[in-house]
């Protein structure tokens, strides 16, 4: 069978692996609105994290100077450690409440992630029934109709 005769294939639906959607501003917890991400950038491995990790953060720039800051910061506390004495001292004086309130900013995010990125879905009001709901009309309407039928 020649080439030519064939019939082309349905092409297949491909699937957009594109980046998820960015969950309303309303549902920012605590340690990812701007009054305490703007503050934390000297608390060293804390605000790269938060930046990397956060599903609103996710812009090029952001995430690349986030990367920068996380490996340069890294690299200079583990030099200052080598070096020992009160340098060694005050690297861990400046690096210790970042790990701090990274441990406690990640555990929180662990827990509460999937309530804050899939928030329940707002069911109907219950206040409001709909007329066409057999289960909201009274037994004597239904009554009713059934002897008109």
Known sequence: MSQENREPLPAQPEKEEGPSPVPPDELRPWYYQYWFLHPMIVFWPLWPVLI????WHNGL????LAWAWLIIGGYLAFVRLQVGGTVALSTVAIVAPGLLFTVITQA???????RILNPP???????TPDDNDPSTRSRRSLRRRRRRR
């Open 52 to 55: 990397i990790r956060s599903p």
């Open 121 to 127: 879905v707002a069911r109907p009001d219950a206040e």
């Open 108 to 114: 929180h995010w662990i827990i509460n992630r999937r």
């Open 61 to 64: 720039v952001v995430g690349a």
